[in-house]
């Protein structure tokens, strides 16, 4: 069983930045894929960013690539998502996610886990 803890969301002005990490805990963390996901109101839960724990193959959706960044903390067993140039768009529930052994997916299903989510809002 893993557990996932987020923090680091907040509500930031049209351009600014935070910080989201995701604390990961429980057994089998050295072979978990590590993604995070948003959720905006009435819509679907969308793929923001991935990373292989192993490997460190990354990947992103097209609507934040060069404007977030995944990085992993092996050592804390963390994962965090510093994420610039915000824009209204990206006012969602993020959430982090991991399944074990595979690669990164855009699909919800393929992940085993799931924190409980942290707000983010960018005011415009």
């Known amino acids: 069983q893993v557990q996932l803890v987020e923090s680091g969301g907040g509500l930031q002005q049209t351009g600014g930045s935070l910080r989201l990490s995701c604390a990961a805990s429980g057994r089998a963390f050295g072979t978990l894929t590590m993604a995070w996901f948003r959720q905006a109101p009435g819509r679907e839960r969308e793929f923001v960013s991935g990373?292989?724990?192993?490997?460190?193959?990354?990947s992103y959706a097209d609507s934040v690539k060069g404007r977030f960044t995944i990085s992993r903390d092996n050592a804390r067993n963390s994962v965090y998502l510093q994420m610039n140039s915000l824009k209204p768009e990206d006012t969602a529930v993020y959430y982090c996610?991991?399944?074990?052994?595979?690669?990164?997916?855009?699909?919800?299903?393929?992940?085993?886990?799931w924190g409980q989510g942290t707000q983010v809002t960018v005011s415009s």
């Open positions: 996610a991991a399944q074990q052994g595979g690669g990164v997916s855009t699909v919800t299903s393929q992940y085993n886990y």
């Open positions: 990373i292989r724990w192993v490997y460190g193959s990354i």
